[in-house]
């Protein structure tokens, strides 16, 4: 299998969607970067967001060629599924011996979607222990056949292979040469520049919206708080930003976390998700989380009645979200308010959201629109409802279930107007200084 090792050519592909909030490291192909790093598999990182939209299957074309990769592997979104489809197809008729895998969160939730005649293996696993078998025994049916959590084509179709069991760590460590190499072009709106962790793995809560509880089997796990600090320690980066679904879960984890790196003296800025109904009821980490460096917490606050987060089932009240933001705020962190702006909102919904930002004085504000998405609880309860669901226009901020109080123009440009009233806002107090003044009101 040494002869397997040496001729396998890596290349991994993040394919590019619009993005004008974010672009990010891609921490997902980092890791499998880092395997093959570990394997001694020649690897190369292809993050289309570094490059122009145009002449994308050429540059694509080229790197192949000049790399002579011959293992091609996509990371996949929802939103990318269309575009993966064509790539394959195309890449397939160019070099009719390469091989293509996808893997990446859509393939974990919708693999049988990537199962078509120019894909070799879908990985839907969890965790990487299958890719390294494969990356180390070879590319065969047989290899294949003894795997958990891929699809791979069989003599008489596609053979579905059951996930593993739920992973709660990752087995190697992520090269991040791609992000200092991309350091140039990353950035969060207003924000700056961000390194990316992971410390744990789904989540327990069940918002029936929600993409990111379905992963790892539904089975929310964490990773070793202690090797989390070793991992944010070694990034050479001030910024970091977990992934996390929700970091601030566990109390005694996160004081732990916060002990630990004020103890190593490790001077970062954190960023991190966390539940309104936590932040409500556990003021007492906040002061904690300050000194160890957080200074933005993203709430899921969804909506601002308690009807509407009933339909979400989203466990949370408006009351918590209004707690959450003043407890957040007197500890000097920002709350980012992430909203879901239903297909049921009337004109009324939305001038009451711009109410309630106003008199919580909120600042940070991101919007998206209610999406079903494949995989999801909400898929199953609106797919017979659904329009235009391609699926570059999978990314919260289309229409995909057609609005019940408005037309789709008049919902279009009331979702454009609350990002023209609270943006310049934004970009005011930061320009100015004050955007992390949590208790400041105004404009200046
Ligand atoms: S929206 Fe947030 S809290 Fe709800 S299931 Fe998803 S990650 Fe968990």
Redesign the pocket.
């Known amino acids: 299998m040494k002869k397997a090792e040496k001729k396998l050519k890596v290349l991994l592909i993040r394919p590019k969607y619009s993005s004008i909030v974010a672009n990010l490291e891609p921490l997902g192909l980092e890791y499998l970067a880092g395997l093959a790093n570990e394997l001694n598999i020649e690897c190369r990182i292809h993050d289309e967001f570094q490059y122009p939209w145009t002449f994308r299957f050429e540059r694509m074309c080229r790197i192949i060629e000049e790399g002579g990769y011959n293992f091609i592997g996509f990371n996949s979104n929802a939103n990318t599924v269309d575009y993966i489809k064509l790539r394959a197809y195309q890449l397939k008729q160019r070099f009719p011996g390469i091989f293509i895998m996808v893997g990446g969160p859509e393939a974990e939730l919708n693999y049988r979607d990537f199962c078509t005649k120019y894909t070799d293996l879908v990985y839907h696993d969890n965790g990487l222990a299958t890719l390294k078998n494969i990356w180390t025994e070879g590319l065969t049916k047989e290899v294949f056949s003894r795997q958990t959590g891929i699809c791979y084509r069989g003599d008489k179709g596609w053979i579905v292979k059951k996930k593993g069991a739920p992973v709660n760590g990752f087995i190697v460590k992520p090269d991040r040469t791609a992000f200092y190499k991309g350091l140039k072009k990353n950035f969060i709106f207003m924000k700056g520049k961000y390194a990316l962790s992971k410390a744990s793995f789904s989540?327990?809560?069940?918002?029936s919206?929600?993409y990111?509880?379905k992963m790892n089997s539904g089975k929310y796990t964490e990773r070793n708080i202690m090797e989390v600090v070793d991992e944010i320690q070694e990034i050479r980066h001030d910024r970091i930003w977990f992934v996390d679904?929700?970091f601030f879960f566990d109390t005694d984890r996160v004081t732990a976390f916060c002990r630990e790196v004020i103890r190593r003296g490790i001077k970062k800025n954190f960023m991190a998700?966390s539940?309104a109904d936590f932040l409500a009821e556990h003021p007492e980490v906040l002061p904690l989380a300050y000194r160890a460096g957080f200074r933005d917490i993203l709430v899921?606050l969804?909506a601002i009645t308690d009807d509407q987060l009933t339909d979400y089932n989203?466990q949370t009240t408006r009351e918590e979200n209004i707690a959450a933001i003043r407890n957040l705020h007197k500890n000097h962190i920002a709350c980012n308010g992430l909203f879901v702006i239903s297909h049921t909102a009337t004109r009324k919904d939305f001038s009451n959201l711009l109410k309630f930002i106003k008199e919580n004085n909120l600042l940070w504000v991101v919007f998206g629109i209610f999406t079903p998405y494949k995989g999801t609880d909400a898929y199953d309860e609106y797919r017979d409802q659904l329009i235009n669901f391609r699926s570059w226009r999978l990314d919260g901020t289309h229409i995909t279930i057609k609005p019940e109080n408005m037309s789709s123009v008049e919902f279009m440009l009331r979702y454009y107007a609350l990002h023209l009233i609270t943006y310049p806002k934004i970009m005011t107090r930061t320009l100015t200084g004050t955007g992390y003044d949590t208790m400041k009101k105004g404009w200046f």
């Open positions: 989540c327990p809560f069940r918002c919206f929600c990111c509880t679904d929700t998700y539940r899921g969804e989203k």
